[in-house]
């Protein structure tokens, strides 16, 4: 049961939803909280679509992308180029395709089964946290937010950092990968069943974070 999740220490939050939704910001604010390790899952495939652009190869080829995927190192999970375009365009590619996803499964849950630093649980966000990577993770958000919602907040966060942007070129890098991570076959970005989903589009980070600490608190004293 869920209780028991918490009190063996072994509590998993799964964070899902499209790119831009404001999951990753609310997931690593949880985990701060809760003293939670945290695992941003889309570095993972951002670092395997890079590996193979690195090498020149196409992040569509099968046999490209899995050789990347199967030799990916740790280490390049810290390298800031994993932020651009190309990297969150190709990691959409490789992450299309199912062998892929296999070949990273193990070190998800493997984060998941035994946090580092000895933390009493973890924090994952992606695309298939909740329906995949950890299908028994006891609270589950599926945190969504309007497209034009989520551009816009990209769009802005590029000017701040400096970065040269036009609006409807990140519109249209949000709306094509969606369209993949939302038409694939392998592991779809779909709610689960038992998620509990948060709309952002007009809230504040900080609502998102009050918010989702009345949904857990509220799962952990009904569970
Ligand atoms: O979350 P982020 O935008 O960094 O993810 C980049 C891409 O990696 C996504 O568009 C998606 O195709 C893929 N991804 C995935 N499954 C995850 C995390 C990311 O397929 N759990």
Redesign the pocket.
């Known amino acids: 049961n869920r209780a028991g999740r918490w009190r063996n220490g072994g509590v998993i939050v799964a964070v899902d939803g499209p790119?831009a939704s404001g999951k990753?910001t609310l997931a690593r604010r949880i985990a701060a909280h809760f003293g939670l390790a945290y695992l941003?899952?889309?570095?993972i495939?951002?670092a395997v679509g890079l590996r193979v652009l690195r090498d020149r190869g196409d992040p569509d080829d099968l046999a490209a992308a899995l050789a990347a995927a199967r030799k990916l190192d740790p280490a390049a999970l810290d390298d800031p180029a994993l932020g651009g375009d190309d990297a969150?365009s190709a990691?959409?590619r490789v992450?299309a395709m199912g062998p892929v996803r296999d070949a990273l499964l193990a070190f998800q849950q493997d984060f998941a089964a035994a946090p580092p630093g000895g933390a009493s649980g973890a924090v994952l966000d992606?695309?298939?946290?909740g329906t995949v990577?950890c299908p028994g993770a006891g609270i589950k958000l599926f945190v969504v937010a309007d497209i034009a919602v989520r551009a816009g907040r990209r769009h802005k966060e590029l000017l701040d950092r400096g970065k040269p942007s036009i609006y409807s070129r990140v519109l249209q890098e949000l709306t094509d990968?969606d369209d993949?991570?939302r038409n694939r076959s392998a592991?779809p970005l779909i709610a689960a069943r038992d998620a509990i989903a948060l709309d952002t589009s007009a809230m504040t980070p900080d609502e998102v974070f009050d918010a989702a600490l009345n949904i857990i608190q509220s799962r952990i004293a009904g569970s």
């Not at 941003?40 to 570095?43: P, R, V």
């Open positions: 790119a990753g941003d899952t889309g570095k495939y951002r969150a990691a959409s992450a992606g695309r298939d946290i990577v990968r993949r991570d592991a």
